[in-house]
């Protein structure tokens, strides 16, 4: 079984893609770390994030099981990927490494902007989860906060905002729901009501 999990930045799909893959017991990836660490590496050699050449060096170099997802999580480094993800070079080669941790067994949860659409079309079940952006900003904000770093509503807001605009507007494999996926709308749920309503759409699909 293949579970797909699309959706803006913070709509809580990482949150939801880690538990699903727990209830079902599939692997998961969190495709956004594939972006995150190849604008890491690149930033971490000072290079700019228009290299695709080196940029596609790195990607076929990644090791996801050594990646530091705590590093990875930093805002500024979701916004450089967020720029480096509209190269479709690096995009190819990201896309043949995430179709890969799917087609191995048991089968998997991933997440992302484009799974539905590119990774993984023929997914069993295919999520499209969102939120307002106001309560995507007041979760992230209170995320960073609990983290101990500094986090200022107004600007994370605007921040996702930009995000959003640039992963749904860029040429190659934009943002956008797959005309199969469910919509989980989680802007008036807690992360206990989203899950099980996300439980609920993954076992009917199961069952059909
Ligand atoms: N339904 C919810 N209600 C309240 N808080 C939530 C809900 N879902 C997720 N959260 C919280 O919102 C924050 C963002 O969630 P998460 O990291 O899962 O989002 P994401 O879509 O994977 O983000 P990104 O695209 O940046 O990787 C986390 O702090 C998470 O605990
Ligand atoms: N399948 C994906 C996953 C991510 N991206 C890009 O990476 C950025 C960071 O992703 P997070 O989920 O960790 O926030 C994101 O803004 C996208 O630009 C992608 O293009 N495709």
Do not use: W
Request: net charge negative; charged share 25%; proline share 3%.
């Amino acid at each position: 079984m293949i579970v797909a999990i699309d959706g803006p930045a913070a709509s809580g799909k990482g949150t939801l893609a880690r538990r699903l893959a727990e209830h079902f017991e599939l692997r998961h990836l969190d495709t956004g770390l594939t972006y995150r660490a190849v604008a890491a590496a690149l930033l971490a050699k000072g290079l700019p994030l228009g290299d695709e050449g080196v940029a596609i060096e790195i990607a076929q170099n990644l090791d996801l099981a050594h990646v530091d997802k705590t590093v990875l999580s930093a805002h500024e480094i979701g916004e450089a990927a967020s720029r480096i993800a509209v190269l479709g070079g690096l995009r190819e080669e990201l896309v043949r490494l995430q179709k890969d941790f799917a087609a191995a067994p048991p089968g998997a949860v991933l997440d992302g902007r484009d799974i539905g659409t590119v990774v993984c079309p023929d997914a069993t079940v295919k999520l499209f989860v969102t939120a307002s952006p106001e309560a995507r900003a007041e979760r992230r904000t209170a995320e960073m906060v609990s983290k101990g770093q500094e986090a200022e509503y107004a600007s994370v807001l605007e921040d996702l905002k930009r995000r959003d605009e640039r992963d749904s507007q860029r040429t190659v494999a934009p943002m956008k729901q797959a005309d199969d996926a469910h919509l989980l709308d989680t802007t008036e749920m807690d992360i206990e009501t989203a899950f099980q309503a996300a439980v609920d759409i993954v076992s009917q699909a199961c069952n059909a």
